[in-house]
Structure formats: structure tokens, C-alpha cells
């Protein structure tokens, strides 16, 4: 048979080829709850997670602990990590939900790299009540940057396909709502 056209089923060339694989950043300022909602979407649909949190560098660590906002240099090697890590699960066909501030349109970008279809869930709400979280929690991010993150968060653009899922409601109810978006997009 020549090269021409598809391989018919049940060819081995069909088993070759990657099946397509979905990704997911659930998105929002700290203590906006996105580290429960990925978890637990990524748990209910059996994909792989990354907490970014977890993959920032000591020295970012230490800056935010000391209530220093990072800048987007300190940003852009952590993004870069998170950017290959989706790209390396994706060539080894396994979907992905990474828990990711991606407060700018720009460290969206940069997660593009990964995934160039990458799917947003952007977990938004009351800044009173992200403050209250934040101070109920133990956590390297203290209350004290919520403001500096709430100036740096930029809206989803019309470009990029995602859901804002509003906070003030049960950890359930997000995500019944994430995964009511999330299933017709999946492939």
C-alpha cells in the first residue's frame, strides 16, 4: 500500500499515532481555592496533577514569605518548568490539570508552550473573602500580597477558552460547574 492516504484500521501505523490530550490550569489569585478545585478535578477525571507551587524555586519561596512580590523575572523560569512538564506529559499521552496563578495574559503564554490548547479554569471571587482564606491557612503566601497579585490578575481575553467559576460557593459546586465546562472539551 502506498503512503497516500490514511492507514486503514487496525493498521500499525494508527497505533503510532498519539491520541490527542487535554490540559487544564485552574488559575486565580492565592487562597482562591484553585489548588482544591485542580485536585479534585484532576482525582474525579484520573488525569495527572502538578501543584506550581511546589515547583517554584527556594529563592521565590523565601521572597514571598518575606511579603516580596515577585516580578516577572522571578516568574518566567518557574513557568517555563510548568510549560515542560504539561508539554512532557502531553508527549507521553497523559492529560494534565497544574494548579497555576497565570495571573497575566503573559504567563498564560508562556504555559501555552506546553500545551498550545490549553483549557483555563479561572477560580474568581469576593477579595474579602480570599483574605479570610488566606489568613485561616498555613502557607508560604502571606495576606499581606493578596493585593499585589489582585493588581497583577488579568482576565481571561476572548482568545483563550476558559470558565470563570465564582469562589463563593461549596468546593462541590465548583466542581460540578468545572466539569460541566470541562467535559465537552475534552477529547
Not at 502506498?2 to 487562597?31: E, L, Q, W
Not at 504539561?86 to 503573559?106: F, M, N, P, W, Y
Amino acid at each position: 500500500m502506498s503512503g497516500d492516504g490514511p492507514a486503514p484500521a487496525g493498521d500499525p501505523a494508527d497505533a503510532a499515532a498519539p491520541r490527542p490530550t487535554t490540559h487544564v490550569v485552574v488559575m486565580g489569585v492565592s487562597g482562591s481555592g484553585k489548588t482544591v478545585l485542580a485536585s479534585l478535578v484532576a482525582g474525579k477525571l484520573g488525569w495527572r496533577f502538578c501543584e506550581a507551587d511546589e515547583v517554584h524555586p527556594a529563592a521565590n519561596v523565601e521572597k514571598m514569605s518575606r511579603g516580596v512580590p515577585l516580578t516577572d523575572e522571578d516568574r518566567l523560569p518557574w513557568l517555563e518548568t510548568l510549560a515542560a512538564w504539561i508539554r512532557e506529559q502531553a508527549a507521553t499521552g497523559h492529560d494534565t490539570v497544574t494548579a497555576c496563578s497565570a495571573l497575566k495574559r503573559s504567563y498564560r503564554d508562556v504555559l501555552r508552550r506546553g500545551a498550545p490548547d490549553l483549557l483555563f479554569v479561572h477560580v474568581d471571587g469576593d477579595p474579602d473573602l480570599i483574605i479570610r482564606r488566606m489568613n485561616a491557612r498555613e502557607h508560604f503566601m502571606p495576606g499581606s500580597l493578596l493585593r499585589s497579585q489582585l493588581d497583577t490578575l488579568e482576565p481571561l481575553q476572548d482568545d483563550e477558552v476558559g470558565v470563570v467559576i465564582d469562589l463563593d460557593q461549596s468546593v462541590e459546586e465548583e466542581l460540578a460547574e468545572a466539569l460541566a465546562w470541562l467535559r465537552p472539551r475534552t477529547a
